[in-house]
């Protein structure tokens, strides 16, 4: 399902439910602003560390954050990017959740008056019941978010077929978002157009997973050999 407002949005993006721009039908449901509820981001920490295998909560917290930092900013992404501003507003959004719990989509229920102060107003409120839940600083969440915001843009930017368009809007949005939000970056390999990430999502520290192609803990001339091979599957 997909309200109304969001509907339009939706409409305009090939692969829409795929980016999360669709709430799946019978799909756990909760307010945004439960994200911003230091206790229940606690419980939902402690839950998922039944599911991955560690109690470490900075690496649960970061993780989940990872997830949920790309679900939030993308119907505020998805409405500039076809020029029907939505909310970012977490009072005018709601998340759906698969078993984890872990969020895959959002859906705004209002348009946008200031996109920028919306997302910075959403992402600070957030971040900071993550922190509290996480016991860690705000800083390496802000570079989540500001990973999350670029690389949805190029996902968005993709499934509307104008990837350098769409991605030109990053650098316009994190400067009117403000500090302590790093500038998203993007990195040209071959004919494709990675993120270039500022923050490491801890994935690798959780039991049984792997260090991410584009991690930035990599060494530089690894991870360019592996974003070029990358890019001649895409």
């Known amino acids: 399902m997909v309200g109304r407002v969001q509907a339009v949005v939706a409409a305009r993006v090939p692969g829409a439910a795929a980016l999360g721009l669709v709430l799946p039908p019978g799909a756990d449901v909760v307010p945004a602003t439960a994200l911003a509820d230091p206790v229940w981001t606690a419980e939902v920490l402690s839950a998922r560390a039944r599911w991955q295998g560690t109690g470490d909560r900075r690496v649960l917290a970061t993780v989940w954050w990872y997830s949920a930092s790309t679900v939030l900013v993308t119907p505020s992404l998805a409405g500039l990017v076809t020029g029907r501003p939505l909310s970012a507003r977490l009072g005018d959004t709601t998340v759906a959740l698969a078993a984890g719990p872990l969020p895959i989509a959002a859906e ?78 993007y990195v040209d ?46």
């Not at 200031?114 to 993550?130: F, K, M, Q, S």
């Not at 990675?194 to 991410?212: D, H, I, N, Y």
């Open 189 to 234: 390999v071959g004919r494709a157009r990675f993120t270039r990430r500022a923050s490491c999502c801890l994935l690798v520290e959780v039991p049984g997973q792997a260090m991410c192609t584009s991690c930035p803990r990599r060494p530089p001339a690894e991870r360019r050999l592996l974003l070029e091979r990358a890019a001649t599957w895409s």
């Open 108 to 185: 705004s229920a209002a348009p946008a008056t200031d996109p920028a102060a919306e997302l910075r107003e959403a992402l600070a409120a957030v971040i900071a019941a993550v922190a509290g839940a996480g016991r860690m600083r705000e800083r390496p969440l802000w570079a989540i978010a500001t990973d999350s915001l670029a690389n949805q843009l190029l996902a968005l930017g993709r499934a509307v077929g104008n990837v350098p368009a769409v991605t030109s809007l990053a650098g316009p949005l994190a400067a009117g978002i403000g500090a302590p939000l790093p500038a998203p970056r």
